[in-house]
């Protein structure tokens, strides 16, 4: 059954209804955890396994002392920020963290009042219901083609890619030691390794492998780990080796906010072309289409 005739059959069902009982059933379709129960397969359930895993093996805001630059960065923002990792925490557990008061959605204004203001969060992962959205409305037929995520980081990515495509390599660049072995780790408890590699490495050394891409994803990957004169750096070596006619590029947020704050407008004409992404998708209730928005496709000309 298809879309049409499905909507043809629910539309049916709806005027059989006692109009009294309408408004409860209508309630029930909007509301009701049962219709996420049924969009939950067995692969958001090998997500959810390893996110319950790495919750635990990793600090709360799932980021390592030695991301010294990270944490500067975070610091100057004009509002207080803090990370969140949405492939960790869902809406559901980060409020159940702050009743618990071990998180909190605000900060005081004045010490002791109670002026307060919302907490901006970041993450650097996809949330699942984002990797669910990117490898199934997103990017196309994946199947013989080589996936490369900059900054793997917990290996998000690489583990959707994994689930959600028939992409035939998948693989993580990571500069921190750290998150390489959070990543290895992962992949042999589950028996990944056929298809997912992580490499501890600098993009900049990876000449070779960006020339035979095929998939390029960025997320949040220089911002706040870079200065400014690195990311230019990284950002020219990027578009000088990612060239293949035809390849994706994946980024949030997009190319032209990224650019913009460098003042590297130059670097933006002729490389890519922005392809349009369908982002009314309903994935469950978690479902943020405000996170799906800033996902960008491009495509290498």
Known sequence: MNFCEAKSEVKQLLNKVN???????????????????LLSDNKTVILRNISNELRVSV?????????????????????????????????????????????????CLTCGSYRTAPLDFISHSFSISELQFLFENVLPDLSGRMLVDVGSRLGAVLYGGYVFSSASQLIGLELSNEFVK?????????????RIKVLHTDVCLQDILLQNTDILIMNNVFEFFMEPSEQVRAWRFIMENFRKKGSLLVTVPSLLESLNTLQQEALQPGWVEELPVDYDVYLGRDTDPEAFRQIHLYRVI
Request: charged residues 30%; hydrophobic residues 30%.
């Open 19 to 37: 109009p009294s009982e309408l408004p409860k059933l209508l309630n029930w379709i909007r509301n009701s955890d049962e219709f996420d129960e």
């Open 59 to 107: 600090p709360a805001d799932a980021m390592f002392p030695s991301e010294t630059t990270a944490h500067c960065k975070m610091q100057q923002c004009s509002r207080p920020t803090v990370h969140v990792d949405s492939f960790l925490y869902d809406e559901d557990q980060v409020d159940s963290l702050c009743e618990e008061g071990t998180m909190s959605r605000s900060y």
């Open 182 to 194: 959070l990543q290895n780790d992962i992949l042999q408890k589950y028996k990944l390794m056929d």
